[in-house]
């Protein structure tokens, strides 16, 4: 799985300098890109940027789930532990301004580690009609120049430190952005068409590392089983030569 990390890092740096189409290079205030490529910054293409909810939200089952700081994982959406705002906590209001909508970006705006801080992931509509808490920045892009995987994977990485060095550090020994930081944030880019060929590329690598931690976790759950079988006696081995085993 390092291996695979390893390779996705190095896809990225080559893909956001590069591009796809062979093109010259020009250098740019976030390094060398393509010579057709421009750089643009987010607040310039997004429809809204808002915080989050601190309504106190519980894990008792409702209709309104809320999206918090556990669920940003990996620039992914992680739906398994889950809190929920309870009816009447919200005004519709609220409700309307909060609602998520597939495609909005959602960013992790303070954590005590300054690289943790700013990850980020993209809504995909799961959780249905979800809202997110105030420990989280909401970013909707406009939709006509930036697709937002294509932000979210090059802020996961090549653009990372753009955010990391930019937290502020508070008293509490946490690291927190705020909308200024993440409207000033410089993205390349390429056309659409190309956006979306970079995005399926990067999408295929996070499909393999996926898969070999999935197999990673189904070996060592086999592993443990067997082991916990073996010790309790419920599997005996019998005529065992371990000098045959340890040459296999």
């Known amino acids: 799985m390092r291996a695979l990390a390893a390779l996705k890092a190095a896809t990225m740096a080559k893909l956001f300098r590069e ?7 020009k250098q740019t205030e976030i390094g060398e890109i393509p010579e057709s490529w421009e750089v643009v910054r987010i ?3 997004c429809t809204r940027m808002n915080y989050g909810t601190s309504q106190r939200c519980t894990t008792q ?10 669920n940003i994982i990996h620039g992914t959406i992680e739906t398994s532990d ?3 705002a309870q009816p009447g906590d919200l005004t519709d209001k609220e409700i309307e301004k909060l609602r998520l909508e597939p495609g909005d970006l959602l960013f992790v705006r303070t954590n005590g580690n300054r690289e943790y801080t700013g990850r980020c992931a993209v809504y995909e509509g799961r959780p249905e009609g979800a809202l997110f808490a105030s420990y989280l920045i909401r970013v909707r892009l406009s939709g006509d ?3 937002p995987h294509f932000v979210q994977q090059f802020l996961s990485e090549v653009g990372r430190e753009q955010i990391a060095g930019r937290a502020n550090p508070a008293a509490d020994g946490k690291f927190n952005i705020d909308t ?4 000033s944030l410089a993205i390349p880019r390429p056309p659409k068409s190309e956006q979306q060929e970079i995005i399926s590329i990067l999408a295929a690598l996070d499909e ?7 197999k990673s976790a189904a070996l060592q ?11 309790t006696g419920a599997i005996r081995v019998k005529n065992l030569d371990m000098a045959e085993v340890s040459h296999a």
């Open 19 to 25: 591009g796809l189409r062979g093109e010259p290079l």
């Open 221 to 231: 759950r086999l592993f443990s089983s067997l082991l916990h079988a073996l010790m």
């Open 61 to 70: 089952l409702a209709t309104t789930p809320v999206l918090r700081i556990p």
């Open 208 to 214: 393999r590392r996926r898969l070999a931690q999935e």
């Open 82 to 84: 889950l809190k929920y």
């Open 43 to 45: 607040g310039d293409h």
């Open 145 to 147: 120049v930036l697709v």
């Open 180 to 183: 200024s930081i993440l409207r």
